[in-house]
């Protein structure tokens, strides 16, 4: 017998298995793309530029990972785990058809909130015809249960994708404004886009396709904000040590989960990329629309900002000192001084 499924229980099920699906198709290239990429420049040019090419395949598995993750915690059989991964891969946005060549081209992830979409009318749809189909399962289940949710999947995805866009052009009223302000919203609305299903990286290159490189940095500072919070809150809550390094290292999404149970945590997030944003126009840390939803992951908008004259000196303050300085102290004050949650609001779930 089933165990009962509340909205909330399904909601940051699902939540969970996106953080752990996107870690883990996401990790390898945060972490070694830039590693292989200065390797190959020196030595074994082929090698390296083949894996830098294994590393970065692997985001296009995201989808599937995410319904793994979601079967497996909810302890759905092969069958229907498999089901549930191939349905948001198809309904995910990650590979679409275009009309006019007749051939699907493919991207890393796809739509993240269609993605959240999908997995949950899947799982509703697989929990509710499980075990109806005896024999025929292996028939009926890839239709009902796959085939239905990606067809949906289809079908919502434009709108999804218009939800994105909405929020860029909310980001986008920020560049018409006086640099210190337009520094400090972008760097606090990139703090909150890497903690949901916003893709920072597509946002970045949505809004900064132009010469924006104060704003372009602003917004790497902002995806650092988050992941210095985190960090020093995962810690805090004595995860284990993989857990905190992940944060860093680019698994800042590992975190969804914690900031929809408990929002308050934006308050230190917040407040960390405000003062990001503000080292960010007074140091004139630049970027552009490849750093901008990065942050300090495989180090490419500490490099970027020194490609585009940014002094050395001024990066390490602002991508490394300031942030982590201040995440600390906001912490501090929002934790055991206004007492806003309790250190255990930064635990994750058993990897």
Known sequence: MQEKLGFKKLFNTVLNGMALGIVAGLIANAVLSAVFKYLGKYFLTDVFAMLGQAVYL???????LVGVAIGMTLKFSALETAVLGSAILAGSGSIVYNAETKLYTATPMGDLFNVLLVSLVAVVIIR???????SLTIIFLPIIG???PAFIGLLTLPYMKKLTNLLADGVLTFTTLQPLLMCILIAMSFSLFIVTPVSTVAMGIVLFSNANNLGAGAAALGVVSAAAVLMIGSIKAKNPKGVSWAILLGAIKLMMPNCARTPLLLVP??????TAGFS????????????AGFGIIGLI???KAAELSTQVPYIILSFIVIPFVAAFVFDKICSDVLKLYKKDAYK???L
């Open 280 to 291: 960010g126009w007074l140091f004139n840390v630049l970027g552009d629309k490849s750093s």
């Open 269 to 274: 997030i917040f407040l960390t990329a405000a």
């Open 348 to 350: 994750t779930e058993s």
């Open 146 to 148: 796959g085939a239905v």
């Open 128 to 134: 509710a015809v499980s075990g109806k189909f005896g």
């Open 301 to 303: 908008g500490p490099v």
């Open 58 to 64: 692997l985001q296009f598995a995201v989808p599937v």
